[in-house]
C-alpha cells in the first residue's frame, strides 16, 4: 500500500529483474481480471513482494509469457500468467486497501477526506468481492485496523507498541502461505517484522506533515517524551535507527526461509531495498520522486 517493500534495482541481476516485472505485470492483470481496469491504478510493490514470496514458496513453477501492456501496447513484455499467489495478492491488496481508507478518514483534514469518500465509492464492491473470498483476512484486517485505531486515538508514545497492530496483520498473512510448521514460523516473524517496518517507515515519513499539522506520530511523541520535540533531526536520525534494527532482524529471518525459486528477488528486497527506501526517505525524497527513481 506504500511502496516501501521494493527491490533494489541496481544489484539485481537481468533475469531476476525480468521475473521481479513479470510478477509485476502479472498482478496488474489480476487485479484488472478481479475487480476492473481501475483497480490496476491501486497497484503496488509491497502486493507484487507478496506475490513474489507466495510463488517462491509453492511446489509448482510459475509460468511466463510475452504479453502485451496497456502502458507500451506495441512491444511485449515477459508477463506472469494467472496463478493463486496473484489472485491471493491482489485480494489482499483490495482488503487492506478499504481498511486504510477507513483509517484514513479518521485522520485526514476535511479535503482529504472528500477525496478519500470518492475512492471509498470505487474500493466498496471490490473490498465485497475480495472479503467474500478471503473472509478470515478480511475479520483480521478489520480487527488490528479497530486497535491500531484504539492506540492512535488514545495519543501512544511507545513506538513498539504503535506498530504491533500492523505488525500482527502481517505476522497472520504470511503465516498463512504455508502448512509446513517450521517455516510458518519463520514467514510469521519475518511478516511481523515487515508489518512493523512498513507502519514505522510511513510514521518516517510523514514527519514533518505531521508536525506541521498536529497528525499523530509515535516519533514525534516519543521525542516530546524524551524532551527532544524541538531537535528534528534527533528524531529522524532515531527513527532510522529503529528501521534499521528491524531491517537488520528481517535479514536473520531471510536466511532461515526455505524457498524454491526467487531467492535473488527475495533476498534483494529483505536486505536491499528495505534499507534503501529507509535511506530514500532520510534523504527527503517524496513518494513520486522514490518511484521514479526505482531506489
Known amino acids: 500500500m506504500f511502496g516501501y517493500v521494493r527491490t533494489f534495482d541496481s544489484e539485481l541481476k537481468i533475469g531476476e529483474h525480468r521475473a521481479y516485472k513479470a510478477i509485476y505485470c502479472g498482478l496488474c492483470k489480476q487485479l484488472g481480471r478481479s475487480f476492473g481496469f481501475l483497480a490496476r491504478m491501486t ?25 502485451g501492456c496497456m502502458c507500451n501496447p506495441i512491444k511485449k513484455t515477459p508477463c506472469c500468467l494467472q496463478n ?40 466498496r464492491k471490490p473490498y465485497r468481492q475480495a472479503a467474500a473470498r478471503r473472509p478470515m483476512l478480511a475479520q483480521k484486517a478489520g480487527e488490528y ?15 513498539d507498541m504503535a506498530a504491533e497492530p500492523t505488525a500482527k496483520l502481517l505476522e497472520w498473512l504470511l ?12 514467514l510469521e516473524r519475518t511478516g ?4 512493523r517496518y512498513i507502519y514505522l517507515c510511513d510514521a518516517l515519513d510523514d514527519l514533518e506533515d505531521d508536525r506541521k499539522k498536529g497528525g499523530y506520530n509515535p516519533f514525534l511523541l516519543r521525542a516530546a517524551a524524551q524532551g527532544t520535540a524541538n531537535d528534528a533531526e534527533a528524531i529522524r536520525q532515531q527513527a532510522k535507527g529503529t528501521l534499521y534494527l528491524t531491517v537488520s532482524e528481517l535479514g536473520l529471518c531471510c536466511d532461515l526461509l526455505q ?19 529507509v535511506d530514500q526517505i532520510m534523504q527527503g525524497k517524496t513518494r513520486r520522486e522514490r518511484k521514479e527513481l526505482g531506489i
Not at 145 to 159: I, K, M, S, W
Not at 178 to 186: I, N, S
Open 145 to 159: 485496523t479497530a486497535a491500531q485505531q484504539a492506540l492512535e486515538a488514545n495519543g501512544c508514545a511507545d513506538v
Open 259 to 277: 524457498l524454491k525459486r526467487f531467492n535473488g528477488i527475495i533476498n534483494n528486497v529483505l536486505y536491499l531495498g528495505l534499507k534503501g527506501s
Open 175 to 186: 503465516g498463512e502461505l504455508t502448512k509446513d510448521e517450521k517455516q510458518q514460523r519463520v
Open 84 to 123: 493463486e499467489a496473484l489472485s491471493h495478492s491482489a485480494d489482499c491488496a483490495m482488503i487492506l486497501l478499504w481498511h486504510k481508507l477507513q483509517d484514513d478518514l479518521k485522520d485526514s483534514g476535511f479535503a482529504k477526506r472528500t477525496g478519500v469518500h470518492l475512492l471509498r465509492l470505487f474500493a
Open 192 to 195: 511481523y517484522l515487515l508489518g
Open 43 to 67: 497497484l503496488s510493490y509491497d502486493f507484487t513482494f507478496l506475490a513474489a514470496l507466495s510463488m517462491a514458496l509453492q511446489e509448482e513453477d510459475p509460468c511466463f509469457e510475452a504479453q
